[in-house]
């Protein structure tokens, strides 16, 4: 059977979708799995190691490159093409890639839903985003089972990351950045500073803007390439971020995780499934995350160091 998954962005519902696809294909190994990626994004595809092949979606480069996306997926000759986007790009080529079965999602937007048959909305109220993914399972008469974990088998660290990594200690992993300004909490330096002092182990810091903050830590930022980030997360005692990839990541692993919550509900966004036992989270009674303290988020870290 040959399936395709149209879910070009962003990087953590990319996440998302792998979690549900890793799951179908240790269900249904022989299963083949291509998968439309935005260009810039295909490192986390290729660490997943459950796609075979995948095709680049180019954002805003006109309708030609569109047209030929288009017509190499047409040529494919899929069993079932999936859109988990939602969208109407999305939902065009999907139903121009002519598959046997095409379905998408039921909170599709942009009038994307009349281009396909949808699946069935999750029963519960306020799902989690995987449980809206979790539903294009059944076309495979698969069930999720709860966990859906992800060990991103194919991501690699250099030579020289794993020799810096190799200390015994314990090691915070914190991820400062997020995609939305409006969900990044300003105070992870004095959140590293307050770790460093209390001497809790190695801080180490990634993502891909680098500047002169973050003293006395092994500043990764802009040194990881995607494909090597879960190798990276891997290494981690524990991982702190905002809403983002890089928790998601984590969650996906089993690597314990705080994630800091403003504008966003963690019980939509948060470490998946809801209230793991490896996973916290730190969230803005109002909705504004600079409210929430470096005092706050240290004393969850003193918390789940200790259990761990």
């Not at 480069?61 to 996306?69: A, C, P, Q, R, V």
Request: proline share 5%; charged share 25%.
């Amino acid at each position: 059977m040959k399936v395709l998954i149209i879910k070009p962005s962003s990087l953590g519902d990319v996440v998302h979708g792998l979690r549900v696809i890793a799951l179908l294909k240790r269900k249904l190994p022989s299963i083949e799995i291509h998968w439309v990626i935005k260009k810039g994004l295909e490192g986390i595809i290729e660490a997943s190691g459950v796609i075979e092949k995948y095709f680049f979606f180019h954002r805003g480069e006109g309708f030609s490159k569109f047209l030929k996306l288009g017509l190499s997926l047409r040529g494919e000759s899929y069993d079932i093409v999936l859109d988990m986007q939602g969208l109407l790009r999305s939902a065009f080529l999907a139903r121009f890639a002519n598959g046997k079965i095409c379905l998408g999602r039921p909170d599709g937007r942009e009038f994307s839903t009349f281009f396909y048959k949808t699946t069935d909305s999750p029963i519960k109220n306020n799902p989690h985003a995987i449980d809206r993914m979790c539903s294009f399972l059944d076309i495979f008469k698969v069930q999720s089972d709860g966990k859906l974990f992800l060990p991103f088998k194919d991501s690699m660290l250099s030579k020289l990351s794993k020799e810096v990594l190799n200390s015994c200690r314990k090691k915070v992993l914190l991820f400062p950045e997020s995609r939305r300004q409006e969900k990044c909490w300003p105070y992870f330096e004095n959140l590293s500073n307050l770790i460093v002092n209390k001497s809790f182990g190695d801080v180490i810091v990634s993502g891909t803007k680098k500047d002169n903050k973050f003293k006395d830590t092994l500043d990764l930022r802009g040194e990881v390439k995607l494909k090597s980030l879960p190798a990276l997360i891997s290494r981690a005692t524990l991982v702190v971020a905002n809403d983002s990839a890089p928790l998601h990541i984590a969650s996906s692993m089993g690597i314990p995780v705080l994630g800091i919550f403003g504008p966003t509900d963690p019980a939509s966004y948060g470490p998946y499934p809801s209230g793991a036992k490896r996973s916290g989270i730190v969230c803005s009674l109002t909705g504004s995350i600079s409210e929430i303290s470096e005092k706050v988020v240290f004393n969850k870290i003193q918390t789940m160091l200790g259990e761990i």
